[in-house]
């Protein structure tokens, strides 16, 4: 029988809210390792997984640290970049109760004291990361959140990871951001393959945006329309009717997107959509309003 989740029962319930660690824990362990019985892994040590998730205001309540921990533990993933990271303390917590990963978070902000930061967390037997970059941070019209390119190696082969959270909203300004937006990440990539630089590159976050619409499809056509230079991973999903937000009755605009010299290695890649709203209780409110999308590859 799968496991119960205390902190979720217990938030329900209302019952007093998790003590910090106390002053003579171990520095190293100040919290209990997670759980890896939450709910079913994607995860083996025959595959590599990549996935996305926007963590809405990371955290949501005192509870989103170790859930989100036993979350990715559980499902067993070796990379996982995150968006909307509000709090360093939530984060750092995070990563302490993930004992055996490592993890990159950005370094903007809106204001001295406001952000929604864009982070990768890696297995750390198996990843190891180069110093991150922001890519197009002085364009704060096309990106209201800079992406965040960290290159990682993983059995001995380099793969560059863009992590995205494009303009959100539903106005035709909105709109127009996140074409722009999707317009220079073209460029970019295209530059950077075409003059030598890495080739093998992973674009994944939140998209805000649809490939089942008309408008979503223009808005996205430089990963679309160009067969030659990507395949956008999560798009057979998405027009199945996958879900990776659950507002406005269920969307799919959570979106991973590889360049073509991941064709080949990548050509037995699938992408899994775990249904964690269906698995846990209160998950909205102490996780997410998204899931997480997965890319598994076979190593």
């Known amino acids: 029988m799968r496991r119960a989740v205390p902190l979720l029962l217990a938030l329900a319930a209302g019952c007093t809210v998790r003590q910090p660690p106390s002053p003579d824990a171990d520095p190293e362990h100040p919290y ?17 997984e990549i996935a996305t998730w926007n963590l809405h205001n990371f955290p949501s309540t005192v509870y989103s640290a170790t859930t989100v921990a036993d979350l990715i533990a559980s499902l067993d993933l070796d990379v996982v970049v995150v968006e909307e990271i509000a709090s360093e303390d939530a984060w750092t917590e995070l990563l302490l109760r993930l004992r055996d990963r490592d993890g990159i978070l950005s370094t903007h902000v809106y204001t001295s004291d406001s ?11 198996l990843v190891t990361a180069s110093v991150p970059e922001l890519l197009f941070d002085t364009d704060e019209y096309a990106f209201p959140r800079p992406p965040l390119a960290v290159t ?3 059995d001995g082969e ?11 909203g539903t106005t035709p300004d909105d709109a127009v951001r996140r074409t722009q937006a999707v317009a220079q990440l073209d460029t970019f990539l295209r530059a950077q393959v075409d003059g030598g630089g890495e080739n093998e590159v992973v674009l994944l976050g939140d998209y805000n945006e649809r490939v089942t619409t008309d408008g979503g499809r ?13 395949t956008v991973r999560t798009d057979p999903a998405a027009v199945a009717g996958g879900v990776t937000y659950l507002g406005f009755g269920g969307e799919f605009i959570d979106h991973i ?26 998950y909205q409110s102490v996780v997410s309003d998204h899931l997480p999308a997965i890319v598994v590859i076979p190593r």
Request: hydrophobic letters at 45%; glycine letters at 4%.
């Open 32 to 48: 209990p390792p997670p759980h890896t019985d939450l709910v079913p892994a994607v995860g083996s040590e025959s595959t590599l």
């Open 115 to 125: 952000y929604q930061k864009i982070g990768v967390i890696y297995r750390r037997s």
């Open 152 to 154: 990682i190696t993983v």
């Open 158 to 168: 380099t793969i560059e990871l863009v992590g995205v959270h494009l303009k959100a």
């Open 218 to 230: 223009t808005v996205l056509a430089p990963l679309l329309t160009a067969p030659d230079r990507y």
């Open 257 to 282: 997107t590889t360049t073509a010299g991941l064709e080949t290695r990548w050509a037995a890649a699938h992408v899994e959509l775990p249904r964690l709203d269906m698995m846990i209780s209160a």
